[in-house]
């Protein structure tokens, strides 16, 4: 018995010391030492006094049956210690590694973003060349179909619609066949209407983009594509314009390019040429006393973007809403406080380029809180935006030409397809919401989604302040040089 009890205990002993470090192991075996060793000088006391006869055989049986369940309890106490400082190492390496893998996703985003703003750039270049023939330009070519509409409530959409509703209210069985739809599924048109189907209704899930990328969301009114790591988001530019009374026609040509007509209730017209891509070509506006007025033309020559170069040159102030004094935000949204900028560039530039949209100042809506996962503005939030809502009527009043691009932002909470698209949908809401509540006039503004690649503040998780929306006037950016 006593020789199987020290064969288990030496055998249990050696098995630990081969699986825990040799550093750990000795720490361990250092301090369970002085007990081992009182263990081991018993025995010998014991078996003097056994050679005197001062004690008998059955005595001597339970000492050393003492000895080994003491020297058991002591080997088990070595394996314990092992075992932690085994789990300290483990700890040790762990929280070494998510410092390295956090260091590591640091210089992956700034390497990203470096590379984003170059690979953008020349996305935006080559979309622009390969749409530049389209027959809706210039009016000839064969026109495919023809459609017209009065946009009803129901039709349109609100700041206050939730993101997963999809487009127009659609129900989900009625998102599920949008997404599944073919190009030529003429009874969904009908179904869903020409407007509501815009560019989007034949992408689905997996599909491979002629133009590059595949797509990897699809929330009905959004479509996400990823190329090479990088996302853009595909979505109806046109639909800011369906306000409630407004009559839409659009004219869809052979080679896919649409040119649509929004007619509001005051008289105004609003011309929009896409490609069939969906790229907003140009887009035009013409007020009831017969003025004209060019709001965006991506068919004109521009410029590569040189990132480097822009890089180098001062960023524009950035306000927060609520604590800027209105002067500045005035001047901000007046584009008097616009950095040097000596040449246009092209919407899709602007968009997609961040040196580019930093020349001129932006202004953080920190009045709105989106939930999370909520593209919702509640009605007290979009009230506070008086003062901004106002200092753009009078930038549109001063120059009709004015463009403002509504910017959409994230945390990391949810994937970054996802969360690209919700951002999007945050920016629609915002300018949604200047329109609703005062007048701003739908044509002169812009939306883009940018997810949770420019947080504000510089951590993952749940963070409110990074689930933002912003403004910019970008018209010196479209029209400098001109």
Known sequence: MTRRALKSTTALVLA???AVPHGALAQAENRAQPELKRQDGQPQAQGQQGAQGALSQEELQKQLEKQAEAQQKAAEKLIEQQKEAAKELVEQQQATAKEAQKALRKAQQDDVAKQSAEQQAAQAAESLTESLGASALTGQGQVQDRSQVTVTEEQARSSGEEFETGVSGLTQDQLIALQAAEDDDDDLVKTLGA???????GYFLGQQLSGGGQVVANTGDRVVVEEDGQYRVLRDDNALLRRPGSDVSTETYQDGSTRTVVVNNDGTRTVTIRAANGQVLRRTVVYPDGQEYVLIDETRDYQDVEVSQLARQNRAETYDYSNAEERALQAALAAQ???DVDRAFSLAQVRNVGVVRDLVPVITLDAINFETNSAVIQPREAEALSDLGNAMLDAIERNPQSVFLVEGHTDTVGTAAYNLALSDRRAESVALAL?????????????QGYGESDLKIEQRGDIRQNRRAAVRNITPLLNSGV
């Open 195 to 201: 407007a509501a189907v815009g560019a989007l209704g």
């Open 337 to 339: 406080e616009a950095g």
């Open 16 to 18: 630990v010391s081969l």
């Open 435 to 447: 329109t609703e509540y005062f007048n701003v006039p739908p044509a002169n503004m812009v939306v």
